[in-house]
């Protein structure tokens, strides 16, 4: 291991088994050339070249520690592991917001709906805190030993990342010494700070944010100049007479300064035109000129000034983030080469310059954890060079199979005999089919919308949707002819292997699953033969008035019941079921198959409990055998369904409450 003092030497210095010299004209090899006197051993230098090969990948910094153990801490840090840990701490710690009070979860924002939070007991979320604090302490102590004492002292992130965890258990010690009843924790304000310092996208962000302030500051400022002078010139303009147009303009926008000033900042953006200029332009149009005015100057030059300096600035940036990334690339490569060039063999060196075998570079190539694609083009590219020791240009010249993109190749089409069916498979894996069907998915998307216009006044229950469920239907049908046309054309794997089929499959597949869902039709004779069909049924239909109906009385919870020449008739059939009068009856059943339950008491004149929605009882004398009897003259509500368990028969209809009392059974 190097010595505690050794951050600051050059990598493969004295200080860390190499030498300080350079050949003439190599200004870059003074941090990773090896020394010829004292010779490290072949699989620390393997090691260096793979982690100075991984580094160039992933367009990572060279400069940290190089000595066998702590190589091996740093491969472990940026591992999939270690990293996907921090990352779960990082997104454990910012979903306490959700749980921490005041809790976040609940059905409804509204706090006059929805029910108390769940409060976790103090101590819960605080030991979550606590253990992501102590893997962010661990990051950061792994940080400050690889890349040295240096660079964690230059490097203005590390330092506000110890700033921040030591606030943060201060403050978290503080609130479990008072058990969870401090006022403030201030830890949550610094919470946010844990995925900026992780994230380079962000970080770049942020840099770039700061170097585009001086340019920003100055269309700023003449933004404010601009608001300013219009601002007073509108409250000078707009004091007119009282009950007048001007006097309007000016209570409504301009009473006062505040009021002015945030009128025209939102002007700038038009959020309120042009219902700022109104009171005004409704006495004399010529008032609109003040306003126009403001507008082109503001809004038309100097916000596109501001949105034109944002984004050179971006840009500028931008270029200059991708030129780093690549210089951090060629450095990562050149180091990787003087490691491999300054052996021949294990346990020997070679002269400077005579180049790198290919064998020791395949070598490291397999230790290096790259993708299988990138690797594989890699180890091509090496083995076309045979025997021949590689330069360093040619070095530089193999890794740029990195930048390559892979083009994924599709399964091969199946292969038909018939020419008929060649035909075919060509008629339909042909992209002007994938034309047809966006074509036939857009005209399913416009009925859609065109009944959804027409039946904007209707309720969603009372809507005949029988024309739209027979074209959805046909729609349906078609994405399942053409996801079967193009299996046949393109073959199973080679359907799977498009994203867009594999999403059209999951989608016709959700859609035959909806439909499947929809009314029922009860078709056949016998109970042996019965099944159910899901079609659309028109409104008018008989059972699709009958499920509107039932829909529209499901609110009903309270039982009428009448006796009227030995029928009794119920509103709703759970609630006469409850009481025990009626059965439940399928609609499909014939009357004579139902069964068949007892009749009311036989004592007449007994009374007759009329159960409520809140579920109160109300009495009144019950009368049989009379035609027109009533329930104690008390009028309820109509009836839209009813079913009598004496006669077994059905009636649809409403039946409304005559003079005090229900019309009788004419069955």
Sequence with gaps: ??????????????????????????????????????????????????????????????????????????????????????????????????????????????????????????????????????????????????????????????????????????????????????????????????????????????????????????????????????????????????????????????????????????????????????????????????????????????????????????????????????????????????????????????????????????????KVQLNSFHKQALIEKVCSYGDVPLSASEFQRIFNELDKTVVKEHPARPEYQSPFLQSAQFLFGHYYFDYLGNFIALGNLVSICVFLVLDADVLPGDRDDFILGILNCIFILYYVLEMLLKVFALGLRGYLSYPSNVFDGLLTTVLLEATDAGPAVTVGHGAAAEHAHRVPVPAHHPEHEVSVRLQQAADWAYLKLFSGSGCVWAERPSAAISSGWLSEVPLSQSATSRPQRAHPPSNQQADCGLRSQVGGLRQGPWHSGLAGAGLGGVCERECVWATCVGCGRERVGVYRCVGGCWSRCMG
């Excluded at 996907?84 to 976040?104: D, R, V, W």
């Excluded at 300013?228 to 301009?254: H, P, S, W």
Aim: charged share 15%; net charge positive; hydrophobic share 45%.
């Design 1 to 366: 291991m190097a010595k505690p003092g050794a951050e600051s030497d050059p990598l493969l210095g004295r200080a860390r088994g190499g030498s300080g010299d350079c050949p003439a004209g190599l200004a870059t090899c003074r941090s990773v050339q090896a020394s010829p006197g004292a010779v490290a051993s072949w699989g620390l230098r393997i090691d260096q070249a793979v982690v100075f090969i991984e580094d160039a990948i992933k367009y990572r910094s060279i400069n940290h520690r190089v000595d066998a153990r702590s190589l091996w801490l740093y491969r472990w840090y940026y591992s999939d592991l270690c990293q996907g840990t921090l990352n779960f701490a990082i997104y454990l710690i910012l979903s306490l917001a959700f749980i921490e009070t005041p809790s976040s979860l609940s059905r409804t924002a509204d706090v006059r709906y929805r029910s108390p939070p769940w409060e976790p007991p103090c101590g819960l979320t605080e030991s979550v805190e606590v253990l992501c604090l102590l893997v962010f302490v661990a990051d950061l102590s792994t940080k400050g030993y690889l890349f040295g004492r240096a660079h964690f002292q230059k490097n203005l992130w590390l330092l506000a990342y110890l700033g921040v965890l030591i606030v943060s258990l201060v403050d978290w010690t503080v609130s479990v010494s008072l058990l969870c009843r401090e006022p403030l924790r201030v830890r949550r304000l610094l919470r946010p700070f844990f995925l900026l310092q992780n994230s380079s996208m962000m970080k770049k962000t942020l840099k770039c944010i700061r170097w585009s302030l001086p340019q920003m500051a100055s269309v700023g400022l003449l933004l404010a100049i601009h608001l300013c002078f219009f601002t007073m010139f509108g409250m000078l303009l707009f004091a007119g007479e009282k009950d007048d147009g001007q006097n309007r303009e000016r209570m409504t926008y301009f009473r006062n300064l505040p009021d002015a000033l945030t009128s025209l900042l939102v002007l700038l953006t038009t959020a309120n035109n042009p219902d700022v200029m109104i009171p005004a332009y409704s006495r004399n149009r010529a008032y609109a000129i003040f306003f126009i005015v403001f507008t082109l100057i503001g809004s038309l030059f100097l916000m596109n000034l501001l949105t034109a300096i944002i984004y050179s600035r971006f840009r500028g940036y931008l270029m200059q983030s991708l030129q780093t990334s690549l210089f951090r690339r060629r450095l990562g490569t050149r180091a990787a080469y003087e490691v491999l060039s300054s052996m021949s063999g294990k346990g020997e060196a070679s002269p400077q310059g005579v180049g790198v075998k290919p064998q020791n570079l395949l070598h490291v190539l397999r």
